[in-house]
């Protein structure tokens, strides 16, 4: 019999209630918005002496003097230990690790701080709008704290009418992104751990009362009705209107007490978004005071037995695992063109899916997959190990699926929701995962849940897959590496067979070996082009054997960085699974992929 203790009490309260609300305007991009990217005065400060004391109290909580401040020293006599005007820059966004090589492999905290100007305009509230910061950030704006926030790949915002003056105005973050096992990820992960503000800082002045939030999309598999939302900052009722004219649709609609309008409305004609033709409609919502435009596509997913339905014809999903990485800098994309770049690619290799592996991406990315016709998977980094049983962790790694979900869920292209990534089987996991993968069906049912799954040998040739997970999953998915990770050798490959336990589409969201570009050797010779090379084509036999395989999206597009792999000869701290170099040559590799998927591509046209 299982013990019922306070502890497990407090943790099933706390494992139900993941808040599904998200603290940041939707498309601030396409607000007023001032951009306060550029340069940004660094310290870094490996002790924390900018925030706590020497007897341990921190400043903030404490009357105490921090960096915060910003203070500058007033006369000659005075000590102030710290200067962020003549201290050096970097640019925002990026991270730190890439920018100033003593930061290479640094984990802590950098604090920062901006100037910028302002011409405050009365009646109109400021937002203070972050793209991300890696991990957790303590803001404040002309030396007062305007918030906190925690998780190091999603956009968070504070208002900051109360804080700002005409004129010139400073900003100070610190940044702290030490791996924590009670984080999401937490200590241990396969990818460069990049610290700082890695995504644009926007400033939105918004009128008193505006559109805080919208959805707009087909409904649940129904391709006949757009159905949706919208929420106003201020519980009021207030006339607004919802118009798509190139689908001839426009409506009136009144807000409801809590400022809420919901509405569904009859398609006339419209042409479904596809990878093939991605058409985006024109979208604007307004009220007496805001207005705000979007580009939308529109298109169905849903699973039916073994089949996964895009608007209602059934779909191969001929993907690739991405990491957000550029490789040529290295170091985390700082442009909109670095990830036009990944999903270039992508499109070389003819894929029509990309698995944006495994934490949320700048939303600059389901924008471009959007614009270019790809699908994509979206993950939270509920990444192998997790504080399971920890309720804050739980909520951490909730409010990230939340913020990722309210960001994108306005984006054709994005189809899956994925709520981790090869997580061991045991009960704490079990009921972690299954809250998440409930909060996104509930956040979200117009799209497909799934989470990368391990497989397990059975005896020496068969793998199976039993995760009970896979229960609450829309589609089943997992990761396998035979021929490079256990297994043998690619040549040996063709010796395994999968036992799936489920009735439901499969995706192979890993299977990989590395390969130093440009090292060539037999197929049985570790890193070299031919064993990837090898590798692909016995895998590709392999996961070809399974009956219901929707797609997949191999390990990974591009090597990437890594502290994890460390073999001086062939990685040098790069992971080298990548089918392309990191100076953007092709491996042999590639190639059999690209085959693979002109073929598949031919079987469902
Ligand atoms: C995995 C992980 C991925 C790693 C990869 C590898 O299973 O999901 O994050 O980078 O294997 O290269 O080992």
């Given at each position: 019999?299982?013990?019922?203790?306070?502890?497990?009490?407090?943790?099933?309260?706390?494992?139900?209630?993941?808040?599904?609300?998200?603290?940041?305007?939707?498309?601030?991009?396409?607000?007023?918005?001032?951009?306060?990217?550029?340069?940004?005065?660094?310290?870094?400060?490996?002790?924390?002496?900018?925030?706590?004391?020497?007897?341990?109290?921190?400043?903030?909580?404490?009357?105490?003097?921090?960096?915060?401040?910003?203070?500058q020293q007033e006369s000659k006599s005075?000590?102030?230990?710290?200067?962020?005007?003549?201290?050096?820059?970097?640019?925002?966004?990026?991270?730190?690790?890439?920018?100033?090589?003593?930061?290479?492999?640094?984990?802590?905290?950098?604090?920062?701080?901006?100037?910028?100007?302002?011409?405050?305009?009365?009646?109109?509230?400021?937002?203070?709008n972050f793209g991300a910061v890696n991990?957790?950030?303590?803001?404040?704006?002309?030396?007062?704290?305007?918030?906190?926030?925690?998780?190091?790949?999603?956009?968070?915002?504070?208002?900051?009418?109360?804080?700002?003056?005409?004129?010139?105005?400073?900003?100070?973050?610190?940044?702290?992104?030490?791996?924590?096992?009670?984080?999401?990820?937490?200590?241990?992960?396969?990818?460069?751990?990049?610290?700082?503000?890695?995504?644009?800082?926007?400033?939105?002045?918004?009128?008193?009362?505006?559109?805080?939030?919208?959805?707009?999309?087909?409904?649940?598999?129904?391709?006949?009705?757009?159905?949706?939302?919208?929420?106003?900052?201020?519980?009021?009722?207030?006339?607004?209107?919802?118009?798509?004219?190139?689908?001839?649709?426009?409506?009136?609609?009144?807000?409801?007490?809590?400022?809420?309008?919901?509405?569904?409305?009859?398609?006339?004609?419209?042409?479904?978004?596809?990878?093939?033709?991605?058409?985006?409609?024109?979208?604007?919502?307004?009220?007496?005071?805001?207005?705000?435009?979007?580009?939308?596509?529109?298109?169905?997913?849903?699973?039916?037995?073994?089949?996964?339905?895009?608007?209602?014809?059934?779909?191969?999903?001929?993907?690739?695992?991405?990491?957000?990485?550029?490789?040529?800098?290295?170091?985390?994309?700082?442009?909109?063109?670095?990830?036009?770049?990944?999903?270039?690619?992508?499109?070389?290799?003819?894929?029509?899916?990309?698995?944006?592996?495994?934490?949320?991406?700048?939303?600059?990315?389901?924008?471009?997959?959007?614009?270019?016709?790809?699908?994509?998977?979206?993950?939270?980094?509920?990444?192998?190990?997790?504080?399971?049983?920890?309720?804050?962790?739980?909520?951490?790694?909730?409010?990230?699926?939340?913020?990722?979900?309210?960001?994108?869920?306005?984006?054709?292209?994005?189809?899956?929701?994925?709520?981790?990534?090869?997580?061991?089987?045991?009960?704490?996991?079990?009921?972690?995962?299954?809250?998440?993968?409930?909060?996104?069906?509930?956040?979200?049912?117009?799209?497909?849940?799934?989470?990368?799954?391990?497989?397990?040998?059975?005896?020496?040739?068969?793998?199976?897959?039993?995760?009970?997970?896979?229960?609450?999953?829309?589609?089943?998915?997992?990761?396998?590496?035979?021929?490079?990770?256990?297994?043998?050798?690619?040549?040996?490959?063709?010796?395994?067979?999968?036992?799936?336990?489920?009735?439901?589409?499969?995706?192979?969201?890993?299977?990989?070996?590395?390969?130093?570009?440009?090292?060539?050797?037999?197929?049985?010779?570790?890193?070299?082009?031919?064993?990837?090379?090898?590798?692909?084509?016995?895998?590709?036999?392999?996961?070809?054997?399974?009956?219901?395989?929707?797609?997949?999206?191999?390990?990974?597009?591009?090597?990437?960085?890594?502290?994890?792999?460390?073999?001086?000869?062939?990685?040098?701290?790069?992971?080298?699974?990548?089918?392309?170099?990191?100076?953007?040559?092709?491996?042999?590799?590639?190639?059999?992929?690209?085959?693979?998927?002109?073929?598949?591509?031919?079987?469902?046209?």
């Amino acid at each position: 019999m299982k013990k019922f203790t306070l502890v497990s009490l407090l943790l099933f309260v706390s494992f139900i209630t993941i808040n599904a609300q998200a603290t940041f305007i939707q498309n601030i991009k396409a607000r007023n918005i001032q951009n306060l990217d550029g340069r940004w005065h660094y310290i870094v400060d490996p002790y924390e002496t900018g925030f706590v004391g020497f007897l341990g109290k921190k400043a903030d909580e404490n009357g105490l003097s921090g960096f915060f401040e910003n203070k500058q020293q007033e006369s000659k006599s005075e000590l102030v230990e710290y200067d962020f005007s003549k201290s050096p820059t970097l640019n925002v966004p990026g991270d730190w690790n890439s920018q100033d090589e003593r930061l290479l492999f640094y984990e802590g905290t950098v604090w920062y701080q901006h100037d910028f100007d302002v011409q405050i305009k009365p009646g109109k509230r400021y937002f203070l709008n972050f793209g991300a910061v890696n991990y957790e950030a303590y803001v404040s704006v002309n030396g007062k704290k305007a918030g906190t926030h925690k998780g190091g790949f999603t956009p968070f915002e504070f208002e900051v009418t109360n804080l700002l003056h005409n004129g010139n105005n400073s900003i100070v973050i610190k940044v702290n992104d030490t791996r924590k096992k009670e984080n999401v990820p937490t200590t241990n992960f396969d990818w460069w751990n990049y610290g700082g503000i890695t995504r644009d800082v926007v400033l939105a002045e918004m009128s008193q009362n505006f559109i805080r939030d919208y959805k707009i999309q087909l409904a649940k598999n129904d391709l006949k009705t757009i159905k949706g939302y919208l929420q106003l900052d201020q519980p009021q009722v207030e006339q607004v209107s919802v118009n798509i004219p190139e689908a001839g649709l426009q409506m009136k609609l009144t807000t409801d007490a809590a400022g809420k309008a919901s509405f569904t409305l009859p398609v006339k004609k419209l042409n479904y978004w596809t990878p093939e033709h991605p058409r985006l409609y024109d979208v604007s919502i307004n009220t007496s005071t805001d207005s705000v435009h979007d580009q939308i596509g529109f298109r169905t997913i849903e699973v039916r037995g073994k089949d996964i339905l895009l608007n209602g014809k059934p779909v191969f999903l001929r993907g690739i695992s991405l990491h957000e990485e550029n490789p040529m800098i290295p170091g985390r994309p700082r442009s909109k063109s670095d990830l036009r770049m990944l999903l270039q690619w992508a499109k070389e290799l003819n894929c029509n899916f990309v698995r944006l592996a495994h934490y949320p991406y700048n939303e600059y990315m389901s924008h471009l997959a959007d614009e270019m016709g790809l699908l994509l998977w979206e993950e939270v980094p509920v990444y192998w190990t997790i504080d399971w049983e920890n309720p804050a962790t739980y909520e951490v790694a909730g409010q990230q699926l939340t913020e990722l979900i309210t960001r994108d869920k306005n984006r054709a292209s994005v189809i899956i929701w994925s709520v981790g990534n090869e997580t061991p089987i045991n009960d704490a996991r079990e009921k972690f995962m299954e809250g998440l993968a409930n909060h996104a069906h509930t956040m979200d049912s117009t799209r497909l849940v799934s989470a990368a799954l391990l497989v397990f040998n059975k005896d020496s040739t068969t793998i199976e897959l039993n995760d009970k997970l896979g229960n609450s999953l829309d589609v089943v998915s997992f990761n396998e590496y035979y021929g490079w990770y256990g297994g043998g050798l690619p040549r040996e490959i063709g010796k395994f067979h999968f036992q799936i336990d489920f009735n439901k589409p499969v995706i192979i969201s890993e299977l990989g070996a590395g390969a130093l570009g440009g090292f060539h050797a037999d197929a049985d010779t570790r890193f070299s082009e031919e064993y990837q090379e090898a590798f692909y084509q016995n895998q590709i036999k392999l996961v070809s054997t399974i009956d219901n395989l929707r797609g997949m999206t191999p390990w990974i597009l591009v090597d990437f960085r890594s502290p994890k792999r460390m073999n001086p000869t062939y990685q040098n701290y790069w992971n080298r699974k990548g089918l392309i170099t990191e100076t953007g040559k092709k491996k042999k590799a590639f190639f059999v992929l690209k085959a693979f998927y002109d073929e598949k591509e031919k079987q469902y046209k």
